[in-house]
């Protein structure tokens, strides 16, 4: 399995990025493609899951409504849209994926862990 993320940046309080995640050798339909973060200094966090079929998605607290997973049609690839973005919300974003839910990503830690891409949010 193989999990590429792309798409962080800087960008000023207030503002959207889009992550992008491909992954390559995973394509159980109910398995779940999500996204966790590392903050310096802090434990890594929950962000948000959805499974390949897309009929289910899970979000951490601290970015539910803000933030939407989803997965593009036909294809292994997962975005994660960023809106409002806030100085908390920087970190090391990493793409993840698991055979189980994205409501068990919540609270499991994923096998598959891909190369991080940063987000800084700062004006």
């Known amino acids: 399995v193989q999990l590429q993320a792309s798409g962080g940046g800087l960008v000023q309080p207030g503002g959207s990025l889009r992550l992008s995640c491909v992954a390559s050798?995973?394509?159980?339909?109910?398995?779940?493609i999500g996204w966790f973060r590392q903050a310096s200094g802090k434990e890594r966090e929950f962000v948000a899951a959805v499974t390949l079929s897309g009929a289910s998605t899970d979000y951490g607290a601290a970015v539910k409504g803000r933030f939407t997973v989803s997965r593009e049609n036909g294809k292994n690839t997962v975005y994660l849209q960023m809106n409002d973005l806030r100085p908390e919300d920087t970190a090391v974003y990493y793409c993840?994926?698991?055979?189980?839910?994205?409501?068990?990503?919540?609270?499991?830690?994923?096998?598959?862990w891909g190369q991080g891409t940063q987000v800084t949010v700062s004006s």
């Open positions: 050798g995973f394509s159980v339909d109910d398995s779940a």
């Open positions: 993840v994926a698991d055979t189980y839910t994205p409501q068990a990503m919540a609270v499991l830690q994923p096998s598959y």
